[in-house]
T-cell receptor, first 117, second 115 residues
C-alpha cells in the first residue's frame, strides 16, 4: 500500500537558517504530492503541491520538487522566520489507488519545526 | 474568499453527553471529509461524503455519525463522548474524489474537550 515517511522531528533552527524537511513516499501509482502546514491551534493549510515528475511546488518561500527517481518530495526554505514555527505534513494522493484507498490522503507523521529569534 | 468554516472552534462537553460539530463550505465541492487529530499526529480519516453518498472508514467507532443535509453543510455527531474522544476534529473538502491533483482543503478545526 501507499506510505509517506518524513524525517524525525522536532527540528529547531535559528531565524534565517536554511530548512530541509525530508519526505519520501511509496505508492503503487503516480501520486500527487502535497505539503500541509499546521500552525498551533489551527487546521491544516495547503502549503504547496506537485502532480507530476520534476514539478516544483512553491509558496511563501517554501519549495519542493517531485522526484520520481528517488520517490521524494523534500521541503526547503532558504531563510526561515519565527512565524514558520508549525507542524509540517507531507501527504500523497494516488489517483490510481483502488478500493478503500481511492481518493484518500496518506499522511506522513508530521515534523514539528521551531524557529528561535 | 471561498473557504471551509467550522463551528464552534472550541467545544466542551461532558462524558456521555451527545455533541454535534458543524462544517460549512463555500467552495461548492462535492466531497466533504471528517478527520480526528490527536496531539500533533497525522489526521485520521473518520468518514467522507461524496455528494450524498456516505463512506465510513472501517475502524471508525459506531459512536461517530455524520449528516450532510445539503452540499454546503456537514455535521459530525458524537453520540456518547468518552475521554478518549477529546481531540481536534478537522473538516475538509475537495472538488472530486481521486483524480490528478485533487486537493483537500481544510477548515480551522474544532477542539473538543470531554470532562
Amino acid at each position: 500500500g501507499n506510505s509517506v515517511t518524513q524525517m524525525e522531528g522536532p527540528v529547531t533552527l535559528s531565524e534565517e537558517a536554511f530548512l530541509t524537511i525530508n519526505c519520501t513516499y511509496t505508492a503503487t501509482g503516480y501520486p500527487s504530492l502535497f505539503w500541509y502546514v499546521q500552525y498551533p491551534g489551527e487546521g491544516l493549510q495547503l502549503l504547496l503541491k506537485a502532480t507530476k515528475a520534476d514539478d516544483k511546488g512553491s509558496n511563501k518561500g517554501f519549495e519542493a520538487t517531485y522526484r520520481k527517481e528517488t520517490t521524494s518530495f523534500h521541503l526547503e526554505k532558504g531563510s526561515v522566520q519565527v512565524s514558520d514555527s508549525a507542524v509540517y505534513f507531507c501527504a500523497l494522493s494516488d489517483p490510481n489507488a483502488g478500493g478503500t484507498s481511492y481518493g484518500k490522503l496518506t499522511f506522513g507523521q508530521g515534523t514539528i519545526l521551531t524557529v528561535h529569534p | 474568499d471561498a473557504m471551509v468554516i467550522q463551528n464552534p472552534r472550541y467545544q466542551v462537553t461532558q462524558f456521555g453527553k451527545p455533541v454535534t460539530l458543524s462544517c460549512s463550505q463555500t467552495l461548492n465541492h462535492n466531497v466533504m471529509y471528517w478527520y480526528q487529530q490527536k496531539s500533533s499526529q497525522a489526521p485520521k480519516l473518520l468518514f467522507h461524503y461524496y455528494d450524498k453518498d456516505f463512506n465510513n472508514e472501517a475502524d471508525t467507532p459506531d459512536n461517530f455519525q455524520s449528516r450532510r443535509p445539503n452540499t454546503s453543510f456537514c455535521f459530525l455527531d458524537i453520540r456518547s463522548p468518552g475521554l478518549g474522544d477529546a481531540a481536534m476534529y478537522l473538516c475538509a473538502t475537495s472538488r472530486d474524489l481521486g483524480g490528478w491533483g485533487i486537493t483537500q482543503y481544510f477548515g480551522p478545526g474544532t477542539r473538543l474537550t470531554v470532562l
